[in-house]
């Protein structure tokens, strides 16, 4: 299962992201998050996650001028288009660009699956996250989640990431419902928003491998 610990910012956070076993780390180029960073601190950071997990660029409805500049200088392995993108536009930026894209798609009711389709077979990978609370600001980083047994009406082969509202109380009961192939954890590991917690990280993985052993008995 892979774990994506997003919204990093400083070395602590990432260091233990990746101690812990992350499959990906995330840096968030959005200003309103409390989790922006400028491409010059996460091209830094991304240095060492070299060869120990995939580097994630979380944007928002970016143009090419911004995402230029943030592929450029933050070198990620990985695009997440975290807005109201549409499918043009994620073939536009996998064709402009050349990397794996993720596209987010927010989740409240059993129709907001029925965009998966047009997505699918354009974006590598989906990732559901829960719809944001109304005045929120961020489409994502809310701390809020959905009903997690909607994913069990995915057709088999969607390849996607869980988030929204996880952390290491919940988790498991998370897996429990969708067994989903991906995680993908901010405000959960946090102890204020944007301030990563080492030890809910440590936490966190240790619920994910408990769920996970307990899945296979």
């Known amino acids: 299962m892979d ?6 910012k400083t070395d602590d956070a990432l ?3 990746l101690d812990a076993g992350a499959s990906h780390v995330g840096f968030i180029f959005f200003p309103k998050s409390p989790r922006n960073v400028a491409p010059e601190q996460a091209g830094r950071l991304r240095q060492a ?8 660029a979380v944007t928002v409805d970016a143009d090419d001028a911004a995402l230029d500049a943030i592929v450029s200088v933050a070198a990620p392995d990985i695009l997440q288009l975290h ?5 043009e536009r994620v073939a536009a930026v996998k064709a402009r660009y050349g990397l794996p894209v993720i596209k987010a798609l927010s989740v409240s009711t059993p129709a907001d699956f029925t965009r998966v389709a047009a997505y699918a077979g354009v974006a590598d990978r989906l990732l559901f996250d829960a719809k944001p609370p109304a005045g929120s600001q961020l489409p994502g ?15 088999e082969g969607v390849d996607y990431m869980l988030s929204g509202g996880l952390n290491a109380t919940n988790v498991g009961e998370a897996i429990r419902l969708a067994n989903p192939p991906g995680l993908d954890v901010s ?5 204020a928003p944007g301030i990563k917690d080492t030890a ?3 936490e966190f993985f240790r619920a994910v491998r408990a769920a996970k052993d307990q899945s296979r008995a």
């Open 3 to 8: 774990i994506k610990i997003c919204g990093l």
């Open 15 to 17: 260091a233990a992201a």
């Open 49 to 56: 996650a070299l060869g120990r997990a995939r580097a994630v």
């Open 83 to 87: 807005g109201k993108e549409m499918p």
């Open 141 to 155: 980083g809310n701390g809020v989640s959905f009903d997690w047994a909607l994913l069990r009406q995915l057709e």
């Open 187 to 191: 405000s959960g590991v946090e102890r």
């Open 200 to 202: 809910l990280i440590d």
